[in-house]
Each structure stands twice: as structure tokens, then as C-alpha cells.
T-cell receptor
Framework: DVKVTQSSRYLVKRTGEKVFLECVQD?????MFWYRQDPGLGLRLIYF???????EKGDIPEGYSVSREKKERFSLILESASTNQTSMYLCASSPETGGGTEAFFGQGTRLTVV | DQQVKQNSPSLSVQEGRISILNCDYT??????FLWYKKYPAEGPTFLIS?????DKNEDGRFTVFLNKSAKHLSLHIVPSQPGDSAVYFC?????????????FGQGTTLQVKP
């Protein structure tokens, strides 16, 4: 079974803090993704990575950065947390098959910025 | 610019009846489509997919239909069960992109009443 594990289920951070969200997958997948889910807006892609040290911006990268130093780990960084970054953050991974495959999601991190 | 749209935020059906969830897309490069199911405080789980070379795919109670000319897909659940109550997201990808990137719709909350 593919397992995608996010380091925290719930986080509360203060405005201006630097926040790290960690994600680890155990299936040797090439692709990894960070989404955020907000009511009425669905899942929006923040950043993704198709190889170690490779990253590409998604649809809403502003205020975020990512790091992928090892294949199994993909970190999302909020450089200076703001209240509008309060959201559910979802990490996913998928194998490199030229597309046409499902992504496997972690359980999500509910981040509240106060 | 919402490339994948689910125009019905919610749907309520009686147990045993058919649930039909709809999804429209605008990008003609999309050629692989997926449905995910999400319970509160959990990550999305893959339900069923369809390639653009098909117009129908079945898996048990779940059937996805694709109308390429209309850029429309739908998920049919027959018969609906109370455990099907969840948020359903449709997603699309372009296999030519080679990144496995999925673009999601806004989601439809399905309530199945006993």
C-alpha cells in the first residue's frame, strides 16, 4: 500500500512565523505535490516536484516555497505565515508514468494562523 | 481561470437512488480524468478514472461517463448508500505534460439520506 505521511494533523501558528509542513512517501514516486483545500475553491495546486531538487510553481505559489532534497520527502514552507494561509494542506505523490495515473494523498494538515 | 468546474456545490439523494455528479473542463489538452472522494479531516482517496479514449468506465456501483465533445464528465453512483456521503472532486490531467499534475474542481458535497 502506498503511504503518504504528513508530519502534523493540526498546527496553530502565529502571524509572521516561518512554518514547515513535511511530507514523506514510501513508494519511490517521482512526482510530489502540495495542494490546499478551501471551501468552495476545491483543491488548488501550490507547488509540485517531478524529481529531486526540481520544483515548479502551481496555481497559487505566492507566499510559499518548497524543498525536495530527497526523493521521498517534499517540504512546504510558509515564509511568513499570514491569516489567509489558514487552510487544509494536502500532500500527494504519484509515479512517473507520463501522466495518466492517480495521485495518492496524505491525511492532510489543518493549519490555523492566528 | 477555473479549468475544471463542478457547478453543483451540493447534492442530496435518498438511499438506494442514483447519485449523479457532474464536472466540466475547458482545457482540450486534458486526456485523463479522475474522481476522488474526501471525508472530513482525511485526505482524498481515489475512486475511479477514465482515459479520453473511452467514454465509459465502471467499477462496481461507480460509473464515470466522458463526453469529449461537450468537455463534460459525470460520476454515477448506483445504488447510493449513506456511507457515500462525502465531498467528491473531479480532476483532470494532460498526459503530455509528463508531470502527473492534477487540476481539481471545487468539489460537490453528496449527502445520502437513509
Amino acid at each position: 500500500d502506498v503511504k503518504v505521511t504528513q508530519s502534523s494533523r493540526y498546527l496553530v501558528k502565529r502571524t509572521g512565523e516561518k512554518v514547515f509542513l513535511e511530507c514523506v512517501q514510501d513508494m519511490d514516486h517521482e512526482n510530489m505535490f502540495w495542494y490546499r483545500q478551501d471551501p468552495g475553491l476545491g483543491l488548488r495546486l501550490i507547488y509540485f516536484s517531478y524529481d529531486v531538487k526540481m520544483k515548479e510553481k502551481g496555481d497559487i505559489p505566492e507566499g510559499y516555497s518548497v524543498s525536495r532534497e530527497k526523493k521521498e520527502r517534499f517540504s512546504l514552507i510558509l515564509e511568513s505565515a499570514s491569516t489567509n494561509q489558514t487552510s487544509m494542506y494536502l500532500c500527494a505523490s504519484s509515479p512517473e508514468t507520463g501522466g495518466g495515473t492517480e495521485a495518492f494523498f496524505g491525511q492532510g494538515t489543518r493549519l490555523t494562523v492566528v | 481561470d477555473q479549468q475544471v468546474k463542478q457547478n453543483s456545490p451540493s447534492l442530496s439523494v435518498q438511499e438506494g437512488r442514483i447519485s449523479i455528479l457532474n464536472c466540466d473542463y475547458t482545457n482540450s489538452m486534458f486526456d485523463y480524468f479522475l474522481w476522488y472522494k474526501k471525508y472530513p479531516a482525511e485526505g482524498p482517496t481515489f475512486l475511479i478514472s477514465i482515459s479520453s479514449i473511452k467514454d465509459k468506465n465502471e467499477d462496481g456501483r461507480f460509473t464515470v461517463f466522458l463526453n469529449k465533445s461537450a468537455k463534460h464528465l459525470s460520476l454515477h453512483i448506483v445504488p447510493s448508500q449513506p456511507g457515500d456521503s462525502a465531498v467528491y472532486f473531479c480532476a483532470a490531467s494532460a498526459r503530455s505534460s509528463n508531470t502527473g499534475k492534477l487540476i481539481f474542481g471545487q468539489g460537490t458535497t453528496l449527502q445520502v439520506k437513509p
